[in-house]
């Protein structure tokens, strides 16, 4: 088991908060920022309820490339 899965809410809920913080005050490199981009498309899938068709899942899939392209440079 993961030991992130381990670690109680409270640690958990201080790590976001302090990420938003840091997002906000524009103190993310450009590497942890797209880290926070790949977590919150996966996070947005994973919530999303809605249909899973063809086009949703090329709606997905472009806005994944079109965020990768944008900052993995």
């Known amino acids: 088991m993961c030991s992130l899965l381990k670690m109680d809410e409270t640690t958990i809920l201080a790590f976001l908060k302090k990420v938003t913080t840091d997002y906000e005050e524009k103190k993310l490199s450009e590497e942890e920022k797209r880290i ?31 965020i990768h392209s944008n ?3």
């Open 36 to 66: 926070i981009s790949e977590f919150f498309m996966e996070f947005s899938f994973l919530q999303d309820k809605s249909d899973k068709s063809e086009k949703n899942m090329m709606k997905y899939l472009f806005l994944g490339w079109f």
């Open 71 to 73: 900052f993995a440079k």
